[in-house]
């Protein structure tokens, strides 16, 4: 039995307790997991109590906990991240994560080490036994790659061909790639809201019947463009159109920033047209879906993927996206309107206004949406993970045994 770890970025824990992209993607990995597939995954996941209790519910994982929560490392933590940030400096902010997880390797013979996001330099310096072709870089972030990093690693993984063709740029020939489309678990975002709960939430926000609602969830933060949106919804002076917001400055419960400030003062001057929720649990999102007639995602950098995209397609919401990055590989004409970054207030104004103007355009992008995120299941995801880590490890064994 060929032996897996899979070493997270050492900030939200697996199983994805308290959300996070990447911690949801690997958490639909060990749902489906089979040992039938001829590997074991031992998943490197910060501690916290409650994603222990869960983990119990994949008894065929294991799980090797860091302990890096007290409020001391915390701060260090954000600390020694902010300047990071600041200075573009290489500094360690997870060092004691990393730490912990070399006594695994050495103790360990990993067929194959995956790294999900974090360091993936640290990840290349506490390992030093293990051969290149035993890395993979699962790459989830449009990031140029340090020559180091991209050297280090004899295999990449790509949300996207974008990313995969981005990344093989700066790797050297010998560098593997293959591209790992994400995948969403369907039924959370396909379930129907119940007519009562509907009633609560438009009661809530005081939504009318006639209201045009569009709906924003993510990351609160310029790169994701919700200002632009705010000011095209702004400049239409419609007020039947109403915005839903979810998410926060950080897409969690603990953050607030000045970005955000900006946008609230403008959203102020337009009365209740726009509705911040905050925060939103996945499982709670498909309940203002069920209000909304469509979703924006106006992303004004080269994004990866889009986990979000593919919640509101599973949703039934017709969407107006940007031509950025790997987005636009996961949706379709039929599903959404796709607009150019450039000119991006004026581009969002005319395909607000054209979606709001023919209801059974949505219609139709409705039910391509639907169709076109059934192929995106956490099932498939799953299996194609599992096909990616058996050709790597077929690849390594006819370039004769690795060992440590």
Known sequence: MKKICVIMGGVLPVPAIYGGGIETLIESIIKKYSREDGFELTICSVYYPEAERVSKKYPEIKFFWTHTRSIKYMFLHAFFLGIRILTGKNIRVLQRHYNEIKKLLNEENFDLIIAEGGDTQAILDIAKDYRKEQFV??????????????????????????????????????????????GINLNLFMKKASEEKKIEIRKKLKL????????????ISAEKGLLELVQAVTELQDRSIKMIILGGANSGKWTLSGYEEKIKKLARKNGEQFLFEGYIENDEICNYAALADIQCIPTLIEEAAGLVLLEAMAAGLPTVITKSGGMVEYATEETSIIIERENIVENLKKAILYLKNN???????????KKQSQQFNEEWYYRSFADIVKEILSKNAGQGEITK
């Open 208 to 219: 009318k019947h006639n209201d045009f609602i569009i709906l924003f969830v993510g990351r």
């Open 359 to 369: 209801p059974e355009v949505r219609a139709k992008m409705s039910l391509a949406a």
């Open 137 to 182: 870089n699962h790459v989830h972030v449009h990031r140029k790659p340090s020559q180091s990093i991209a050297d280090g690693y004899g295999n990449i993984i790509g949300v996207s061909n974008f990313i995969t063709q981005e990344y093989s740029k700066v790797c050297n020939k010998t560098v593997r790639d293959y591209v790992l489309k994400n």
